[in-house]
């Protein structure tokens, strides 16, 4: 082998090196830059309307859940953001029976963002438009549960909407996943989960939002946290990445205290994720644990952190981002 060669063998080594870092580095980087767009003006007063009492505490299957569900469909549509296909005009519908503890007809709101060049790879983002409703003359507006999830996802989307509509977008596909009757029996979850709009075998990741927006007791002296549930149970590389996004961009204080297999609060088990986790599906769960006014009147939009619920809509937004970018899903354990 001559030295012309060699020379040349070393430059095209080094240019794939370099090239591939370059593409490594490029998608969290761009998934950082990208979720600057997302405004704490927008989210605090989508969410003090979400969590008005104007919205009747958006119990699931009651005659007010379209109050909530016709908000964030309209929403979507205004955006220009497609319905998932197989939905009624957005509105994927549970009738009335289906579950026990449904009193009428309710329906899940499933908007989605086809990815480019794989397309076929589906990340889910879910939390639950529904609450308590309307009990002795009290209305529940869940600001936190799980108004900050449900605002969280919509600008989220509407982030991906502007990226897009500038030429940047996203290689797979990402599914903006309303669901109704957590509070009752995570219904609407496991409704999807049964019919999925876009197949499960294809879902690569479920991301599931469940209160964010508020500091728990044990961190009222670190403010910038965030508990993470099940990252690592079925996708150890989920978590590699989840962390790699935060450690380089957020730098958040991820709490893992709640992922003991034998945790006694089972968090695992009793949010949305747990429908996609049971199918295989990696997920994460981001949850700011509870506070004195969880599942209370007192859970209201005045007492919502809105520059901590940004920042943790940032982090999820770019998580997202990188996920559905990068070369490879996180490979099954
Ligand atoms: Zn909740």
């Not at 009193?103 to 939390?127: F, M």
Request: proline content about 3%; glycine content about 6%.
């Amino acid at each position: 082998m001559n030295k012309l060669i060699i020379l040349a063998a070393l430059a095209f080594g080094f240019a794939c090196k370099s090239q591939q870092n370059v593409a490594v580095k490029d998608t969290s980087v761009q998934a950082y830059e990208l979720s600057q767009y997302i405004e704490e003006n927008e989210i605090k007063e989508m969410l003090y309307t979400y969590a008005s009492d104007e919205f009747k505490g958006r119990e699931a299957g009651s005659e007010f859940e379209y109050i909530a569900t016709e908000y964030i469909r309209d929403f979507y549509k205004d955006l220009g953001i497609a319905a998932a296909p197989g939905t009624q005009d957005y509105y994927q519908l549970i009738p009335q029976g289906t579950y026990s503890r449904l009193s009428g007809d309710a329906n899940n709101v499933v908007a989605y963002l086809p990815g480019t060049d794989k397309a076929d790879e589906v990340i889910v983002l879910s939390a639950h438009l529904d609450h308590l409703g309307v009990h002795n003359g009290k209305t529940y507006n869940g600001a936190d549960d799980d108004g900050s999830g449900t605002i969280a996802i919509m600008n989220i989307a509407k982030a991906m909407k502007k990226a897009s509509d500038k030429g940047i977008k996203p290689r797979r596909t990402i599914v903006f996943l309303h669901v109704t009757g957590e509070e009752k029996g995570l219904y609407g979850s496991h409704y999807y989960a049964e019919n999925p709009l876009l197949p499960l075998e294809n879902t690569i990741t479920n991301l599931n939002i469940d209160m964010i927006g508020r500091v728990d007791d044990e961190h009222k002296n670190d403010e910038d946290y965030l508990y993470l549930i099940g990252s690592e149970m079925l996708s150890k590389e989920l978590k590699q990445v989840s962390d790699e996004v935060n450690n380089k961009h957020f730098k958040m204080n991820f709490d893992y205290r709640f992922d003991a297999p034998n945790d006694p609060n089972r968090f695992y088990y009793r949010s949305d994720h747990y429908n996609f986790a049971k199918n295989g599906i990696p997920v994460i769960f981001y949850f700011n644990g509870t506070h004195d006014d969880y599942h209370k009147d007192s859970d209201t939009a005045d007492k919502i952190n809105y520059p901590l619920l940004t920042k943790r809509t940032k982090l999820i937004f770019a998580t997202a981002w990188t996920l559905a970018n990068r070369e490879n899903k996180p490979a099954l354990d």
